[in-house]
């Protein structure tokens, strides 16, 4: 069976749970498929060859519209899937991720003849604030997310909450093809140091980036986005005890407007505060291991988030997860068991918006001080984290579920 993945991100460039999730999946449906990936941002190092082609936007649609570009992209990998392999393969299946590549799996299923499986990482209808961001190429992006939903040969939902979401969102999709296989987690690479040594380099590497080890911290990682929900934890942080600390790994902003927001709420809270860390840059895996490490609790107050990467490897580091009780995050965070679910009262307009935003804040601070008033329970919880995370979010599981639904599809 051959299988080409199709994504926007791709090692190197990777900058959400979507691109993470498509190079662990390549990796490890490697070891019993033959797995090609077509992927934007131009050429890999790793030759065709070996499995992964990269493409530019046309030099014909340089400078328009950012959704048009990627419509360009998509056709160019539409030519690629077609192409026969060296070892004189050709393609059986097309999987794409996200809107980004929605279209070139819709359109190469239509041309070449194969299905056409996609994984729902989001929903552009329960993201209505991509307006800032796109403007008119909202619409385009909806529209082609909305097309290939309808016809593609299975869905793959990454939890039961995002599975919900998609058929009330597409309700012309037959629900008997969309499939819930859930994220997984690199349980290796996601580990706390064990060895002094490792753990010395750990803790400079922390020092180094302004975090004090000795105090409890709450630690943030996602980009700077609504669905992110960081603007209420900015307001909620202002009422964590005097010597916790804030520690945000947030960047990557999707408006100038949010990121505004989020340097004003920033600079008051540092007012307010000692102990506020403001990391933008993205870290590579290693330093952001030692920041988990090195921290009381993660926290994740999204106001959608179909499961959430991030607060797998932060439970894969041993860290108890305070996260909002939306989408897929109640699928992954045991309440009393791994972590805390702050409660939510959604406005049904996709936006997520919490009806009263300050009972929010208030809950979520509640919360986040309870989860940093008993270190050692917090270490206890951690602990059952990591272990939920190797009992049900390991990358085996996750591929054999995922080629499960290519041999359905492919009768």
Not at 78 to 101: F, I, K, N, Q
Not at 177 to 195: A, K, Q, Y
Not at 385 to 407: C, K, L, N, P
Request: aromatic share 6%; glycine share 10%; hydrophobic share 45%.
């Amino acid at each position: 069976m051959r299988v080409d993945l199709l994504t926007r991100e791709y090692p190197p460039h990777v900058y959400g749970g979507a691109g993470v999730h498509v190079a662990e999946l390549a990796a490890v449906l490697r070891r019993t498929i033959d797995v090609r990936v077509h992927c934007f941002e131009g050429p890999r190092d790793e030759p065709a060859s070996a499995g992964v082609r990269g493409y530019d936007v046309p030099a014909g649609l340089a400078g328009t519209n950012a959704a048009l570009q990627t419509l360009g992209v998509d056709l160019e990998i539409v030519g690629g899937v077609g192409e026969v392999g060296p070892d004189g393969a050709r393609s059986d299946l097309v999987h794409s991720h996200t809107w980004y590549a929605n279209l070139a799996g819709h359109v190469a299923s239509l041309l070449h003849g194969v299905p056409h499986v996609l994984t729902a990482h989001s929903l552009e209808p329960l993201r209505p604030w991509k307006a800032e961001q796109l403007g008119g190429g909202y619409a385009v992006s909806s529209w082609v997310e909305r097309t290939a939903y309808e016809a593609a040969a299975g869905v793959i939902a990454v939890s039961g909450g995002m599975r919900d979401d998609i058929l009330r969102s597409y309700p012309a999709v037959d629900p008997a093809r969309v499939h819930v296989v859930h994220n997984g987690i690199d349980l290796e690479g996601w580990r706390r140091p064990t060895s002094p040594a490792d753990a010395a380099a750990a803790e400079a590497t922390v020092r180094e980036l302004g975090i004090d080890p000795t105090r409890p911290a709450v630690v943030f990682v996602g980009r700077i986005t609504r669905q992110k929900g960081l603007p209420y934890l900015l307001r909620a942080a202002e009422r964590l005890p005097a010597d916790v600390q804030l520690v945000l790994c947030a960047g990557a902003p999707d408006t100038p407007e949010i990121a505004a927001e989020v340097a004003g709420l920033v600079a008051d809270l540092r007012e307010r505060r000692s102990g506020v860390v403001w990391i933008e840059q993205m870290l590579p895996r290693p330093d952001l291991v030692a920041v988990l490490a090195a921290s009381t609790v993660f926290v994740c107050p999204s106001v959608y988030e179909p499961l959430g990467i991030v607060n797998l490897e932060a439970m894969a580091v041993g860290l108890p997860v305070v996260g909002t009780a939306t989408g897929g995050i109640p699928e992954v965070v045991d309440d009393g068991v791994t972590g805390w679910l702050v409660p939510i009262d959604q406005v049904q307009d996709g936006t997520g918006t919490p009806r009263d935003p300050e009972r929010f804040v208030a809950d979520l601070a509640a919360a986040l001080t309870d989860a940093v008033s008993d270190e050692a329970r917090a270490a206890a919880w951690g602990a059952a984290a990591r272990r939920r995370v190797e009992e049900h979010f390991s990358w085996d599981a996750v591929a054999e579920q995922t080629v499960e639904v290519y041999r359905r599809v492919l009768g």
